[in-house]
């Protein structure tokens, strides 16, 4: 079975499959500024679909155009992966380390300054 066709369950596979990809195809696993960029540019084609819209708008731009907000989160995971890769960070730690900061900063803070929904 390729792996190109397996289903990612875990971010650990999806790092994997893409440095299997990679490999494959022959690519240098070596840094590589370009993939900032090239995250760089998707995060702008995306933002540029919402600029300069209200709420209401952005909701309804998210809607029709779904398929290019998939995309572009796909295409910016597997270039966050491949990333990770050419730098040998692993893409599970990072996330845990960050989202568990990110938590317990937030934690006594998710109710200030918000009314309780009921």
């Known amino acids: ?3 190109t066709s397996k289903k990612i369950i875990k971010i650990s596979e999806a790092q994997d499959l893409v440095r ?3 490999k494959d195809n022959k690519w240098s696993d070596e ?3 370009d993939k900032f960029d ?3 540019e998707e995060l702008i084609e995306m933002s540029k679909l919402l600029r300069y819209k209200n709420s209401s708008e952005m909701k309804s731009v998210i809607k029709a155009d ?3 907000f998939e995309d572009g989160i796909g295409d910016l995971f597997f270039g ?3 990333l990770a890769n050419q730098l040998d960070v692993d893409v599970t730690k990072s996330f845990n380390l960050v989202s568990g900061r990110i938590l317990a900063k937030y934690k006594d803070k998710k109710h200030e ?3 309780e929904k009921k």
């Open 1 to 3: 079975m390729r792996q």
């Open 20 to 22: 299997s990809f990679a």
């Open 31 to 33: 840094p590589n500024i």
């Open 38 to 40: 090239h995250l760089h």
């Open 66 to 68: 779904k398929d290019s």
């Open 80 to 82: 966050l992966c491949r």
């Open 113 to 115: 300054g918000k009314p």
